[in-house]
C-alpha cells in the first residue's frame, strides 16, 4: 500500500500542480519553470515558461493544451499558454494579480486574484488574450476558483467570502453561512455538491449547490492541526476526500472516508497543494517535495528519485539577446557537463563544455529567429532537454 515521496525539486520551491491522468503531472515552481512527469513521478523534465516568476496556478484542458498564471517580481500577472504539452509557452497577456485559473474550454476561461484593495474575478473568450474583470468592492482578495460549467461557478476568498454565479460571470450571489475567515480553496463534485476549506481549520459543506452550507469541524488525534488553516482540497468522490495543511509550525495531508464528518492524518508532513486523479491515486507538493500514493494515502514507504531528476532553468531573454543557463547546485556536483543548442535543421550553432558555473549565459545575436531544441549532457548521457524560441 505505497505511499511515496518521489523527488526534491532541488533550488525550486514548488508552489502548483495539475494532473492530466495517473501518469502525467505538471508542477508549477518559483523560477519560471515547469516540472512534468508522464510516468507517474519516475522521471521529471524541466521547461521554462518565460520570465523568471512564481507558477501560482496551472490548468490543462488536454494533453497537449495548458495554461500558466506567474506572478513576476512586480506582483503582476504573465499569463501563458501552450499547445505542445508544455514544451513551449506562448505570453497571452499580462494583468494585476491572478491568484488562480479555471479553463472550461480552450477559449473560455476564469481567474480571481486582487487589485490593489479589492477581489478580483477574470474572464476571457479567446484562450487569454483578452479579460473583462469584476470587481468586488467589499471583499479585499479572492483565493480560488471552481467552474461546473460555461456558466455556474464559484469563486472564495477573504471576509468569509463565498459566491455563486449562474451566468458566467456578469452576476453573484453571496452564500450566507455565519463566519469570517479567509477561505483558501473551494472544490465541487457536481451542481450540488461542494467543499470549502479556510484558515482556522474551517471547513463547510453544500449539498444543494450552496443554499445552505455546514460548518464541519477538523476533528484529528492532533488538536493543533485541527485548527491549522487548510490550503488545498481534493475530492475523488462523494465520500472520499483530501486536505493539504501547512502551517509554520505543522502540517499534513488529512483524509476523510465518509464526506468530512470524520478526519484522519494521511501524512503527517507539511503539503501546500495536492491533487487526486481518482481515489486511489493522488499527488502533494511542498516546498521542494512531491508526495505521490497510489492507494489513497496507505502506509508510508518513502523513496528518493536519482540524482538525474536535478534542476536545471533555460530560459530565452529577447531584450538582451541572451540565454540563461541554470543549474541546481546539486547537479554541479555531476562533471563534465555539457550544452548544445540544435536548430531545426540538426546543426549545433552553441556547444560548451566543460560548463563550470551555475550561472552561465549564451549571447545569440549570432543565431537566426527559430526554434531551437537543448540538451545538457553529463559524461554523454543526456539529462535534461527542451526547446527555446528565438525571436
Known amino acids: 500500500m505505497p505511499r511515496e515521496q518521489l523527488s526534491t525539486g532541488g533550488s ?3 508552489y502548483s500542480i495539475y494532473c492530466i491522468n495517473p501518469d502525467t503531472v505538471y508542477i508549477g515552481c518559483d523560477n519560471g519553470s515547469i516540472l512534468k512527469t508522464t510516468n507517474g513521478g519516475t522521471d521529471w523534465t524541466f521547461y521554462n515558461v518565460g520570465q523568471t516568476a512564481l507558477i501560482k496556478s496551472l490548468f490543462f484542458i488536454n494533453a497537449d493544451t495548458g495554461f500558466v498564471n506567474s506572478i513576476n517580481y512586480s506582483y503582476k500577472t504573465l ?4 499547445l505542445d504539452g508544455g514544451i513551449t509557452w506562448n505570453l497571452q497577456d499580462t494583468l494585476p494579480y491572478i491568484e488562480a485559473i479555471y479553463f472550461v474550454n480552450s477559449n473560455l476561461g476564469y481567474g480571481v486574484g486582487q487589485n490593489d484593495t479589492c477581489g478580483v474575478f477574470y474572464k476571457t473568450t479567446d484562450g487569454g488574450m483578452n ?5 468586488f468592492d467589499d471583499i479585499s482578495s479572492l483565493w480560488s476558483i471552481f467552474f461546473i460549467n460555461d456558466t455556474i ?24 453561512f455565519g463566519t469570517y475567515e479567509t477561505f483558501n480553496s473551494i472544490y465541487f463534485l457536481n451542481k450540488d455538491t461542494g467543499y470549502v476549506g479556510g484558515n482556522g481549520g474551517c471547513f463547510l459543506r453544500t449539498y444543494d449547490g450552496g443554499l445552505n452550507w455546514t460548518i464541519l469541524p ?16 481534493s475530492f475523488p468522490n462523494v465520500n472520499i476526500g483530501f486536505i493539504a495543511i501547512d502551517d509554520m509550525a ?11 464528518n470524520n478526519w484522519e492524518i494521511s501524512l503527517h508532513q507539511p503539503a501546500r497543494t495536492l491533487f487526486f486523479v481518482n481515489a486511489d491515486v493522488g ?16 502506509p508510508v514507504s518513502i523513496k528518493k528519485l536519482d540524482g538525474n531528476n536535478t534542476v536545471t532553468t533555460v530560459f530565452y531573454e529577447q531584450k538582451n539577446n541572451t540565454i540563461h543557463l541554470c543549474l541546481d547546485y546539486g547537479l554541479m556536483n555531476k562533471k563534465p557537463l555539457s550544452f548544445y543548442l540544435y536548430d531545426l535543421l540538426g546543426r549545433c550553432p552553441v556547444y560548451l563544455d566543460n560548463i563550470e558555473n551555475s550561472v552561465t549565459t549564451i549571447n545569440t545575436k549570432q543565431l537566426h529567429k527559430g526554434v531551437y531544441s537543448y540538451q545538457l549532457k553529463c559524461k554523454s548521457v543526456i539529462i535534461n532537454t527542451g526547446k527555446i524560441i528565438i525571436d
Not at 250 to 260: H, L, S
Open 12 to 14: 525550486n520551491l514548488m
Open 79 to 82: 499569463f501563458y499558454k501552450t
Open 131 to 135: 479579460w473583462t474583470e469584476h470587481i
Open 153 to 176: 461557478g464559484y469563486v472564495a476568498g477573504n471576509e468569509g467570502s463565498i459566491l455563486k454565479t449562474t451566468d458566467g460571470g456578469l452576476n453573484w450571489t453571496y452564500q450566507q
Open 218 to 233: 477538523i476533528n484529528t488525534p492532533d488538536t493543533y492541526l485541527n485548527e491549522s488553516g487548510l490550503l488545498s482540497i
Open 250 to 260: 505543522d502540517g499534513a495531508i488529512i483524509r476523510t472516508t465518509d464526506g468530512g
Open 283 to 298: 499527488y502533494a507538493i511542498h516546498d521542494y517535495n512531491i508526495y505521490k500514493t497510489t492507494n489513497g494515502g496507505g
